[in-house]
C-alpha cells in the first residue's frame, strides 16, 4: 500500500509534501529523480504557511504525473480526477487548507503520519475509482 511506502519516507524525517511524492514515485513508478522531488519541499506544512496541505499538492502533483501526456489543457482526465480527490479530501476533512486538517490529525508522537495515511487513502482510492470509469 501507498501508505506503507509513505510511513516510511516520513520515518527518514521528509515532510509530508516530500514524503507523498517520494512514496507515490516508488508506488507508481512515476521515473522522478531525486532532484524532481526536491521541488515539493516547499510546499510542506502548507507551503510553509497553513495553506493548501502539503501532502494534497503532493498527491495533486502525483495526478498530474499520471494523467497527463504534456499539458494540462491536452489532458481530458486531469480535472475530474482532481476534482474526485478533492472533494474526497473535503468529505474527510471538510478543508484542504493544512492550519484547519492539522488540529483533527497532527499527534505529538507522530507529527502529520495520519493526514499522510489518509491522502495516500484517498489517493489511491481515487485512483483506482476513476481508472475504474476509464
Same mark, same amino acid.
Given at each position: ?9 516520513? &520515518?527518514?524525517?521528509? =515532510? ?7 512514496? &507515490? =514515485?516508488?508506488?507508481?513508478?512515476l &521515473? ?20 493548501? !496541505? ?27 480526477? %482532481? ?26 508522537? !507522530?507529527?502529520?503520519?495520519? %493526514? ?9 482510492? %481515487? ?7 476509464l
Amino acid at each position: 500500500m501507498l501508505r506503507d511506502i509513505a510511513e516510511k519516507y516520513y &520515518g527518514q524525517n521528509y =515532510n509530508c509534501a516530500e514524503t507523498i511524492i517520494r512514496a &507515490g =514515485n516508488d508506488y507508481y513508478e512515476l &521515473g522522478l529523480h531525486d532532484r524532481d522531488m526536491k521541488m515539493m519541499a516547499a510546499y510542506g506544512g502548507g507551503i510553509q504557511t497553513g495553506n493548501t !496541505c502539503g501532502a494534497i499538492l503532493s498527491a495533486a502533483a502525483i495526478l498530474s504525473m499520471k494523467y497527463v501526456e504534456a499539458k494540462a489543457h491536452e489532458s481530458k482526465e486531469i480535472k475530474p480526477v %482532481t476534482v474526485l480527490m478533492i472533494r474526497k479530501i473535503n468529505a474527510k476533512y471538510g478543508h484542504v487548507e493544512c492550519k484547519y486538517i492539522k488540529p483533527q490529525s497532527w499527534k505529538p508522537e !507522530c507529527g502529520c503520519l495520519v %493526514t499522510i495515511s489518509n491522502v495516500c487513502d484517498i489517493l489511491e482510492e %481515487t485512483i483506482k475509482e476513476y481508472d475504474d470509469l476509464l
